[in-house]
């Protein structure tokens, strides 16, 4: 599913059980959204955070924000529910956890359907377990309304029994693989979370991993972590300019008839051209986000 560049840079967890958290988030300035009503919310307390949810939506007030609700797995108890409260509320997105085949991604489809949805509305899948994340390629060509995948490392390391380690060396095959899948089929794809709120320095570096691995943004659990990854995931100065000046090189050149151009000693040939052009139109969504 091929959409518009638009920037997913911050993508925060909002736990649905909370009023002032829904509140709080049309004055955040995350990309993305996600209002949850699976793993930050207690069984007692899913239909407080499914009714929040859909309230908060039909309120809106959340401007440029895209909003998506992460919904209990359709094999719970609540799956069903969650899908019937947020169908018709203005969601943007709805996102299903621990996706482990196609298949119940037409199922999530249907059911929205069937809830009176609006056709086509976006979905989104974790991968966060091994059995997902094996599966990727059929799971992110498995559905036509499919637009992002979602890497869920908390639950992969768990399932992997591994270890968290500063260098995320543990989930590098996972997320390489969820970038892989998402690239070969024009799918947003958005890094896991980093756990420790107190530590600065390891959030910067792994949002900073996570660009140059490819990522298009980074899911959060906390609002301060929110400058870090819009920075992290935005282009610099210095990357913008570099990008202006391979494609007006490389214009150049095809305009006087040849295949190649050369900046700074360095050859710029159609793939370079093709990036700058996603650098700026990057930066641009950013400017008007």
């Not at 970038?179 to 900073?208: I, K, Y």
């Not at 610099?236 to 007006?248: C, F, P």
Request: aromatic content about 2%; glycine content about 6%.
């Amino acid at each position: 599913m091929n959409s518009p560049i638009r920037p997913r840079r911050s993508v925060l967890y909002m736990p649905g059980a909370n009023a002032r958290a829904l509140d709080k988030a049309r004055s955040l300035d995350a990309d993305v959204l996600i209002l949850d009503l699976e793993d930050a919310v207690a069984p007692d307390a899913k239909a407080q955070a499914r009714e929040q949810v859909a309230a908060a939506l039909r309120a809106g007030g959340y401007g440029r924000r895209e909003c998506v609700v992460r919904v209990n797995a359709l094999d719970t108890i609540w799956g069903l529910d969650d899908i019937r409260a947020i169908a018709r509320a203005g969601a943007d997105a709805v996102l299903l956890p621990k996706v482990q085949s196609a298949a119940e991604l037409d199922a999530l489809a249907q059911a929205l359907d069937a809830a009176g949805a609006p056709a086509g509305l976006p979905l989104w899948a974790m991968a966060e377990t091994p059995l997902g994340f094996l599966r990727l390629d059929a799971i992110a060509s498995g559905h036509p309304r499919l637009a992002a995948i979602v890497v869920g490392t908390s639950d992969l390391v768990k399932d992997l029994h591994a270890r968290h380690t500063p260098s995320r060396e543990e989930t590098l095959l996972a997320r390489s693989m969820a970038v892989m899948a998402a690239r070969a089929h024009g799918l947003a794809v958005l890094d896991g979370v980093h756990l420790d709120l107190h530590d600065d320095t390891g959030l910067e570096a792994a949002c900073r991993q996570g660009r140059d691995q490819g990522f298009d943004g980074k899911t959060l659990i906390h609002p301060k972590q929110i400058a870090p990854a819009n920075a992290a995931f935005a282009p610099t100065e210095e990357e913008l300019a570099a990008a202006r000046k391979r494609l007006d090189a490389w214009r150049a050149a095809q305009a006087a008839g040849l295949g190649v151009a050369v900046v700074d000693g360095a050859l710029v040939e159609n793939l370079h051209a093709r990036e700058a052009e996603r650098v700026l139109a990057l930066a641009e969504a950013i400017l008007r986000a």
